[in-house]
């Protein structure tokens, strides 16, 4: 095994690269962060990977250390706390380059195969969800909770959510619902499955495939774990819930959602509206067009949009409140500005689609 090395930093271990042969490993290793994505992982990550696919290595396997999760999300704090800081240019400077990042892994002709081992949130979605192969395990908990922390679902979210069956996508992206073990597969996050206990195994296999430009031996591999992911027994547990997503979500407005949802006796119903209620209005309404907007764009035209949002919610009130109410003060009550849907005006939302100075360059 060859460590691979881009230059020494004083946090150069938060990432490890190595490559076994024509085999390469990236170890994302901030176990006590949940593996959290920085722009020092971005900034290893994204040379390795075009190195890689420069050099024409057959496989390259992602994971994450501590047996918790595979990677939590992106360091927002660090982003929400650097504003006030001047000259300082990490809030565009993450975003662009995690951006670029997760076009270049859905570019990539190197077999990319993700082991989603525990919680997949945010930054972690962008890492895995671009990629040919996805594999997920009875711990895997996937969500995309922006809307919480009064952010727009997107590391490409608006790409890759309306492409989900149904309104699926959309509830996911509205109320950062949580997909837990089996439900991550039936969602069509996953490609594939691994029993937790077996995720080690299935990197050992991965890594000792002897290989040809087919990808069979790949597949053949990651098929058989799947078939043997004895978790996937369990049928998916919003297929009840589908005929009222389908129906409430497909509503023009989020208003309007809110407003089916009201009108329904269903207790599934009535949990839903509860979670939207708390979260950012004005979020809400930026997610439901940048979704609606998505289904319909390619993916790089869904993160150029995504970056505009990003400049202009970090440059607002509620994204800046929700991390502070929910991650450093944690007092669990954000204020959000406005606080209802009906004070969003139309032309506030035209404006964070507008261009911006520098633009998203793929």
Not at 144 to 149: G, L
């Amino acid at each position: 095994m060859q460590r691979f090395s881009t230059n020494p930093s004083s946090n150069q271990d938060e990432v490890i690269l190595e490559t076994e042969g024509n085999k390469c490993i990236i170890t994302l290793n901030r176990p006590k962060a949940l593996n959290a994505l920085n722009l020092n992982m971005i900034r290893k990550i994204t040379p390795a990977l075009k190195q890689w696919e420069d050099e024409e290595k057959v496989l390259i396997i992602i994971h994450g250390t501590g047996g918790k999760a595979f990677c939590a999300g992106g360091d927002v704090r660090s982003i929400v706390e650097s504003r006030n800081q001047p000259l300082c240019t990490l809030s565009s400077d993450f975003f662009r380059e995690e951006y670029q990042l997760n076009y270049l892994i859905s570019t990539l002709q190197t077999p990319y195969i993700a082991l989603i081992d525990g919680i997949t949130m945010g930054g972690g979605v962008g890492l895995s969800v671009h990629g040919y192969y996805r594999v997920s395990s009875d711990k895997t908990l996937f969500a995309m909770p922006e809307t919480a922390i009064g952010f727009v679902p997107e590391v490409g979210g608006t790409y890759f959510l309306p492409r989900l069956t149904g309104k699926l996508g959309l509830f996911l992206a509205l109320t950062g619902y949580r997909l837990k073990g089996a439900d991550v597969y039936h969602a069509g996050i996953s490609t594939h499955a691994v029993n937790s206990q077996e995720v080690d195994e299935i990197k050992e296999e991965l890594l000792s495939l002897k290989m040809n430009s087919q990808n069979s031996e790949i597949e053949g591999c990651l098929a058989k774990f799947t078939k043997a992911a004895t978790f996937l027994e369990k049928p998916f547990s919003l297929e009840p819930h589908m005929p009222l997503i389908d129906d409430c979500f497909s509503a023009p407005t989020v208003e309007e959602i809110v407003a089916r949802l009201e009108a329904s006796n269903d207790p599934f119903a009535q949990q839903t509206l509860a979670t939207i209620r708390k979260m950012s209005p004005f979020a809400l309404k930026i997610t439901k067009r940048a979704l609606d907007e998505g289904s319909e764009q390619t993916l790089a035209e869904c993160l150029q949009m995504e970056y505009r949002l990003s400049q202009r919610f970090v440059a607002d009130h509620d994204f800046p409140e929700g991390v502070r109410a929910l991650l450093i003060d944690k007092d669990q009550k954000p204020q959000w500005k406005p606080s209802c849907l009906e004070e969003c005006t139309p032309e506030k939302i035209e404006a964070y689609f507008e261009p911006v100075k520098d633009e998203l360059q793929l």
